[in-house]
């Protein structure tokens, strides 16, 4: 019996082949620009926290500062001075609602949500139907009954006004509902077999196994409630009580200050931005491992 003669490449495969790895190439490419396009704004805007006021009002497209300068960080953190940008009021009023709201938003969330989803009790399925209805409506539209609200209650222009109304939020209760309803009812039996009670179940048993939805409306709510805006408009009116996004919008719009101050604006900006970016980045490990550990459970 002969041998199989062996079959030779035709010609110009040895080019089709070459090509072959082409699209990959050409993919990797267009996303890098792509990227680039999109952290072009941000790079501006880092490098116009370095400019001179007369430098960003020439060459707003440069990236390169010339001379460099710290002036925009030295007024923002030097308390106002000349320029009257209470940066630090803002910086410290937006650090302690935020801290406060994503506390409560975490505990009285994932306590509404246990009850919903595990609890029996009468009116359950008319409050469940309410809660998805109050995800529905756009927030603008509470603006003037939260502002009626808060001004009946005397507490119009205060820490309380800014913090009580942002403690319970109804996509957190909507989340954990879910994930509650997606652990086995096996183990909260298994529980009271051993003598828990509801409470203790809840926080000794079901609340460690929520960890992945308890990170996720941890960073849901530290943005939600860092980056509100519409809310602090209609319960706040002193500058002592000013956050960050407030402060912001009235620095940017001429409230403070005089000229264009772009360096400036840009700077506080900048800073504004950071600890939103530093939670995102720091949770994100917690959530590939969490979906990870989900996915070898299953």
């Known amino acids: 019996m002969s041998a199989p003669t062996p079959v030779r490449d035709r010609p110009g495969g040895r080019a089709r082949r070459s090509w072959s790895g082409r699209p990959g190439l050409l993919g990797t490419l267009l996303l890098s620009v792509l990227a680039l396009v999109f952290l072009l704004p941000f790079l501006l805007q880092l490098a116009t926290t370095f400019k001179t006021d007369p430098q960003a009002a020439s060459s707003p497209l440069s990236l390169i500062p010339h001379p460099f300068t710290l002036a925009g960080y030295r007024q923002l953190f030097g308390g106002g001075g000349s320029d009257g940008v209470p940066f630090m009021t803002w910086l410290g009023n937006s650090v302690l609602v935020t801290v406060v709201v994503t506390i409560g938003r975490v505990f009285l969330d994932s306590l509404a949500?246990?009850?919903?989803?595990?609890?029996?009790?009468?009116?359950?399925?008319?409050?469940?139907?309410?809660?998805?209805?109050?995800?529905?409506?756009?927030?603008?539209?509470?603006?003037?009954?939260?502002?009626l609200v808060v001004q009946y209650l005397g507490i119009y222009d205060s820490y309380t006004a800014m913090i009580v109304p942002l403690l319970v939020d109804a996509v957190g209760v909507f989340i954990m509902k879910q994930f509650f309803e997606s652990v086995p009812r096996e183990i909260e039996e298994a529980a009271?077999?051993?003598?828990?009670?509801?409470?203790?179940?809840?926080?000794?048993?079901?609340?460690?196994?929520?960890?992945?939805?308890?990170?996720?409306?941890?960073?849901?709510?530290?943005?939600?409630?860092?980056?509100?805006?519409?809310?602090?408009?209609?319960?706040?009116?002193?500058?002592?009580?000013?956050?960050?996004?407030?402060?912001?919008?009235?620095?940017?719009?001429?409230?403070?200050?005089?000229?264009?101050?772009?360096?400036?604006?840009?700077?506080?900006?900048?800073?504004?931005?950071?600890?939103?970016?530093?939670?995102?980045?720091?949770?994100?490990?917690?959530?590939?491992?969490?979906?990870?550990?989900?996915?070898?459970?299953?």
Do not use: C
């Open 113 to 147: 949500g246990y009850a919903l989803s595990r609890l029996r009790f009468p009116g359950r399925g008319l409050l469940t139907v309410a809660l998805i209805s109050v995800m529905a409506v756009p927030g603008v539209v509470l603006m003037i009954p939260k502002f």
């Open 192 to 298: 009271r077999v051993d003598g828990a009670g509801v409470w203790r179940t809840y926080w000794s048993v079901i609340l460690p196994m929520a960890r992945p939805a308890l990170i996720t409306l941890t960073v849901l709510s530290f943005q939600g409630s860092w980056n509100e805006f519409t809310h602090f408009v209609v319960t706040t009116q002193s500058a002592d009580h000013a956050t960050l996004t407030t402060g912001l919008v009235q620095f940017v719009s001429g409230g403070l200050g005089s000229g264009t101050q772009y360096p400036l604006k840009l700077t506080a900006a900048l800073l504004a931005t950071i600890p939103v970016a530093v939670v995102f980045f720091v949770f994100q490990r917690h959530f590939v491992r969490g979906g990870s550990a989900g996915a070898v459970k299953e």
